[in-house]
């Protein structure tokens, strides 16, 4: 069954066109008696339309929102699960690249706040200029996007020159990542 909607002025007016034709009643103008209790009639029945309406609106599901959809989902002994924090780890990858990465050359001095050059054991795949990271995964010693700006290759170790002085000491134990032309990629 398809429910029509009116408004204030066709009840008023559907009330007015009944009178007229089914009564004797020739007092119908604005202000006078007859014409206050029919819009007193036609506004009841104008607020009684709306409170059906809020009321089918409550039995769609799809209408529903906050504590009316709660109250729903209860008539059929659901209720809604509390918000907890997420925890855990998430791993996000693209197939498209792979990690390339080297280590910092032994025999070399490590590198200290305002270095300029990084000493590492392979950088043999790395473009020639580009961005890279040092110490990922290391809150208190992490630095990068680092521009370089040139890596040599001398034989048993690389040279890789930077465009920026580093702001941290490193360790001999922290992994250089080769940034692969982006810093940004979309997940």
Known sequence: MAIQIKS???FLGQLI???????????????????????????????NNTAILNVLELLNIDALRNNDLDAKA?????????????????????SNITKRSTSL?????VPIIGSMQLFVNDAS????????????????RFEGPISYTNIV????????ELASALQKDHLLSESIIDGQGTTDRQV
């Open 17 to 47: 066109r009944k009178i007229k034709a089914d009564t004797p009643i020739n007092d119908i103008n604005d202000g006078s008696a007859y014409f206050s209790l029919l819009e007193a009639v036609a506004a009841n029945d104008f607020e």
């Open 125 to 140: 795949g790395w473009e020639t200029t580009g961005e890279l990271y040092i110490a990922r995964g290391q809150d208190n």
């Open 8 to 10: 204030f002025n066709q």
């Open 105 to 109: 050359f032994p025999i070399k001095p």
């Open 153 to 160: 290759d001398n034989g048993t170790f690389f040279t890789i």
């Open 74 to 94: 209860g008539d059929f002994g659901l209720e809604r699960r509390t918000a907890v924090q997420a925890s855990g780890f998430i791993e996000i990858g693209d």
